[in-house]
C-alpha cells in the first residue's frame, strides 16, 4: 500500500477514567474521549466533518461537541460496531465525502448513568426464539458453544481457563487494569459457577469508560503537526450471522469472524506471518480460541494447546490482548474500541505493556454472541 490513497488513524484516547465513573453518564464519556481523541492529535472539533458512533446517536455526539458533519455512521451491531465504523471511515474519505472522521464510544456499564434497561426488544429473535426458553442473557448462552467445543476438539478445562490467567499476566503491567493481581488455573476453577463449563473468572468485567479515534487521509495526517505517528488502516472487513446461538452456522466456529478476517487480510496483503500482534474480543475466556481458530492463526481444535504453549503471553511468538482484555482491564459493554486503543498503542510504541517491534496488529471485535465480527490490520509508516 502507498502513502497516496491510505486511511491513517491520527488520534486515539480513552476516557479520562475507567472502572466505575458514576458522575458521568453514557453521552459524556463519548465526549470525554471525543475530546481526549482530538488532544492526542492536536485538533478540535471544528477540524472534524464526520461522527461515526454506537450506543449514543452520532447526531447527539456531534452536537454536544459542536460538529456540523457532512457525514453520520451510527452502525450499532454490538461490540464489533467500532471496526466497522473505521471501515466505513476509510470509504467515506476515499470518496471525498468527509477529511476528518471522529469514531466514539461510552457506556455506563456499571454505573448505569444515562442507560436504558437491558432487554431484548419483543420483536427481535432472542426475545421469540430463546428467551422463552430461559436464558439470561449472554453468560447462560455462550457456554453451550463451549460444551460443544470441548466435546468435538478434547480441550481441558485447564486449557479454557489459561485464558484468563495468560490476560491477568498482561493485565499486571497495565496501570489502567481494572484487575492487576496475579490469577492460577485453580482461581479460575475455583471461582463461582456461571453457567456450567463457565466460571465467573472466564467473565468479562462489567465497566464504564469511552474511547475514540480520529481518521483521516494519509496525505493530510503528513500534513499535519502531530504528537505521535499515524497508524494506517492496512484493510478492514465485517461480516454477521444469526443474531441468536441457536440460529449459529457452528457452535464451533464463527462464520462472522471468518468471512470478516479473510477480507481484511486479503485487503491488507499481509500475510499470518507477517503479524506481530493480535487483539481478538474476549467478553467470554472461548472467543479468543475460536478467533485464534477462525483468522486462521492455527488450525481448527489447535488455539488451547497453542495458547497452553505460551505463545499468546509475554514474550510468546504471538502476543495477543496484551492490556489484558475485557476479562481483566475493562469491558463496558461494547468492548471493541478498547481493542483499536490497544492496538494503536502496541504499533505507535506506546503502550504500557510494549511488546517490541510491532509493525502489524490484527484486531478482531465480536457484537453478540458472535452475531456480528469486524476486523483491522494495522500497520506502521513500516509497512507502507
Same mark, same amino acid.
Given at each position: 500500500?502507498?502513502?497516496?490513497?491510505?486511511?491513517?488513524?491520527?488520534?486515539?484516547? *480513552?476516557?479520562?477514567?475507567?472502572?466505575?465513573?458514576?458522575?458521568?453518564?453514557? /453521552?459524556?464519556?463519548?465526549?470525554?474521549?471525543? /475530546?481526549?481523541?482530538?488532544?492526542?492529535?492536536?485538533?478540535?472539533?471544528?477540524?472534524?466533518?464526520?461522527?461515526?458512533?454506537?450506543? *449514543?446517536?452520532?447526531?447527539?455526539?456531534?452536537?454536544?461537541?459542536?460538529?456540523?458533519?457532512?457525514? /453520520?455512521?451510527?452502525?450499532?451491531?454490538?461490540?464489533?460496531?467500532?471496526?466497522?465504523?473505521?471501515?466505513?471511515a476509510m470509504a467515506a474519505i476515499s470518496a471525498g465525502?468527509?477529511?476528518?472522521?471522529?469514531?466514539?464510544?461510552?457506556?455506563?456499564?456499571?454505573?448505569?448513568?444515562?442507560?436504558? !434497561?437491558?432487554?431484548?426488544?419483543?420483536?427481535?429473535?432472542?426475545?421469540?426464539?430463546?428467551?422463552?426458553?430461559?436464558?439470561?442473557?449472554a453468560p447462560s448462552l455462550f457456554p453451550i458453544g463451549?460444551?460443544?467445543?470441548?466435546? *468435538?476438539?478434547?480441550?481441558?478445562?485447564?486449557?479454557?481457563?489459561?485464558?484468563?490467567?495468560?490476560?491477568?499476566?498482561?493485565?499486571?503491567?497495565?496501570?489502567?487494569?481494572?484487575?492487576?493481581?496475579?490469577?492460577?488455573?485453580?482461581?479460575?476453577?475455583?471461582?463461582?459457577?456461571?453457567?456450567?463449563?463457565?466460571?465467573?473468572?472466564?467473565?468479562? /468485567?462489567?465497566?464504564?469508560?469511552?474511547?475514540?479515534?480520529?481518521?483521516?487521509?494519509?496525505?493530510?495526517?503528513?500534513?499535519?503537526?502531530?504528537?505521535?505517528?499515524?497508524?494506517?488502516?492496512?484493510?478492514?472487513?465485517?461480516?454477521? *450471522?444469526?443474531?441468536?446461538?441457536?440460529?449459529?452456522?457452528?457452535?464451533?466456529?464463527?462464520?462472522?469472524?471468518?468471512?470478516?478476517?479473510?477480507?481484511?487480510?486479503?485487503?491488507?496483503?499481509?500475510?499470518?506471518?507477517?503479524?506481530?500482534?493480535?487483539?481478538?474480543?474476549?467478553?467470554?475466556?472461548?472467543?479468543?480460541?475460536?478467533?485464534? #481458530?477462525?483468522?486462521?492463526?492455527?488450525?481448527?481444535?489447535?488455539? !488451547?494447546?497453542?495458547?497452553?504453549?505460551?505463545?499468546?503471553? !509475554?514474550?510468546?511468538?504471538?502476543?495477543?490482548?496484551?492490556?489484558?482484555?475485557?476479562?481483566?482491564?475493562?469491558?463496558?459493554?461494547?468492548?471493541?474500541?478498547?481493542?483499536?486503543? #490497544?492496538?494503536?498503542?502496541?504499533?505507535?510504541?506506546?503502550?504500557?505493556?510494549?511488546?517490541?517491534?510491532?509493525?502489524?496488529?490484527?484486531?478482531?471485535?465480536?457484537?453478540?454472541?458472535?452475531?456480528?465480527?469486524?476486523?483491522?490490520?494495522?500497520?506502521?509508516?513500516?509497512?507502507?
Open positions: 500500500m502507498s502513502l497516496r490513497g491510505a486511511i491513517a488513524i491520527v488520534g486515539a484516547a *480513552e476516557s479520562t477514567d475507567l472502572g466505575k465513573i458514576p458522575d458521568k453518564s453514557a /453521552l459524556e464519556l463519548h465526549v470525554d474521549a471525543a /475530546l481526549n481523541a482530538l488532544a492526542d492529535c492536536g485538533l478540535t472539533p471544528a477540524d472534524v466533518d464526520g461522527v461515526a458512533s454506537a450506543g *449514543e446517536m452520532p447526531v447527539d455526539v456531534a452536537d454536544y461537541l459542536g460538529i456540523v458533519p457532512e457525514y /453520520l455512521d451510527g452502525t450499532n451491531v454490538g461490540g464489533s460496531s467500532y471496526m466497522l465504523h473505521v471501515r466505513h465525502l468527509c477529511e476528518t472522521v471522529l469514531v466514539t464510544h461510552g457506556e455506563s456499564g456499571r454505573s448505569r448513568i444515562g442507560m436504558t !434497561p437491558w432487554a431484548p426488544a419483543p420483536q427481535s429473535f432472542m426475545a421469540q426464539l430463546e428467551v422463552p426458553h430461559g436464558p439470561v442473557g463451549v460444551r460443544r467445543y470441548m466435546a *468435538e476438539y478434547g480441550m481441558t478445562r485447564e486449557q479454557l481457563a489459561l485464558v484468563p490467567v495468560v490476560q491477568r499476566r498482561w493485565a499486571a503491567m497495565n496501570p489502567r487494569a481494572k484487575l492487576r493481581d496475579p490469577i492460577t488455573v485453580e482461581d479460575v476453577l475455583a471461582s463461582p459457577v456461571i453457567a456450567d463449563p463457565v466460571h465467573l473468572l472466564h467473565c468479562c /468485567l462489567v465497566t464504564d469508560g469511552g474511547g475514540a479515534l480520529v481518521l483521516t487521509s494519509a496525505e493530510r495526517a503528513r500534513s499535519l503537526d502531530l504528537p505521535h505517528p499515524p497508524v494506517y488502516v492496512l484493510g478492514a472487513g465485517e461480516s454477521s *450471522e444469526s443474531s441468536v446461538v441457536s440460529g449459529l452456522e457452528s457452535l464451533t466456529s464463527s462464520r462472522a469472524i471468518r468471512v470478516g478476517g479473510e477480507r481484511a487480510l486479503a485487503q491488507s496483503g499481509v500475510a499470518h506471518a507477517d503479524v506481530d500482534h493480535l487483539m481478538i474480543y474476549d467478553a467470554f475466556a472461548h472467543v479468543p480460541i475460536y478467533g485464534l #481458530e477462525d483468522l486462521g492463526f492455527v488450525g481448527r481444535g489447535e488455539a !488451547p494447546a497453542f495458547i497452553e504453549d505460551g505463545n499468546t503471553a !509475554p514474550g510468546g511468538s504471538l502476543p495477543m490482548n496484551t492490556n489484558g482484555g475485557g476479562l481483566s482491564y475493562t469491558h463496558t459493554g461494547m468492548y471493541g474500541m478498547f481493542a483499536i486503543q #490497544e492496538s494503536v498503542r502496541q504499533v505507535r510504541g506506546t503502550a504500557p505493556a510494549q511488546v517490541d517491534g510491532v509493525d502489524v496488529s490484527v484486531c478482531t471485535g465480536v457484537g453478540g454472541m458472535f452475531m456480528s465480527s469486524g476486523t483491522l490490520v494495522l500497520g506502521s509508516a513500516a509497512t507502507l
